[in-house]
């Protein structure tokens, strides 16, 4: 009876060791994990970036081995977006686009600005280019209609007009120029704008009976 309770004993005894063993494996298994989360070091593809109204980049999270989820964010989201990585300039100006990895907190600096496409420009069809100015001949209570452009000559709508001097001569309502009173040679300066871009057209303009 003595060797049969000794050799149960032994036997439970074995199993708790195995118990204890399979249980310190799994808490290690564990550390291990949290461990290589807390040293894994991730860094954006650029620190500083530089993005022109309506373009786009896609930053990069570089590092993420673990494959942990990135959320995206931006300072001010009228200046730039972000969706997943992907940069969009809206308007000119400066702010920050942040990336939080588990504990670890991503900054790019952005800066937003016209590019050379998005400039605006006037053309007109019967203008006599003079000193970077244009002149325009028109009878009293005729009508010209401004046609804006790009600068790789695409036309453009959203684009708003005012008459900042002589408005007794001619006047303005979206894109078309009226003829109101005779005058001879008049400066007229007109600013168009167009997603917070503001562009002055001088135009000497000639009025006919």
Do not use: H
């Not at 001010?76 to 990895?101: F, H, L």
């Not at 046609?147 to 001097?165: C, H, I, Q, R, Y």
Request: net charge negative; hydrophobic share 40%.
């Amino acid at each position: 009876m003595r060797k049969i309770f000794c050799g149960l004993l032994a036997t439970l005894t074995a199993v708790c060791c195995m118990c204890f063993a399979a249980c310190t494996n799994d808490d290690e298994t564990e550390t291990d994990d949290t461990t290589s989360e807390q040293t894994q070091v991730c860094v954006l593809s650029e620190l500083e970036l530089n993005v022109s109204v309506d373009g786009s980049f896609d930053l990069q999270v570089l590092g993420n081995d673990l494959g942990l989820d990135v959320e995206w964010s931006s300072a001010n989201v009228n200046i730039a977006t972000v969706d997943e990585g992907k940069v969009v300039g809206i308007a000119p100006g400066k702010t920050s686009v942040t990336a939080k990895v588990g504990e670890q907190t991503l900054v790019c600096e952005v800066t937003v600005a016209f590019s050379y496409d998005n400039v605006v420009y006037i053309t007109l069809a019967n203008e006599l280019e003079k000193d970077d100015t244009f002149r325009l001949k028109l009878l009293k209570g005729s009508t010209y209609t401004l046609a804006p452009m790009l600068m790789d000559g695409e036309e453009v709508d959203g684009v708003t007009f005012k008459v900042d001097s002589n408005s007794a001569a001619v006047t303005v309502q979206d894109k078309t120029l009226t003829a109101v009173s005779v005058v001879e040679n008049a400066e007229v300066e007109i600013s168009c704008s167009y997603k917070n871009q503001t562009y002055t057209l001088t135009v000497y303009v000639t009025v006919a009976e």
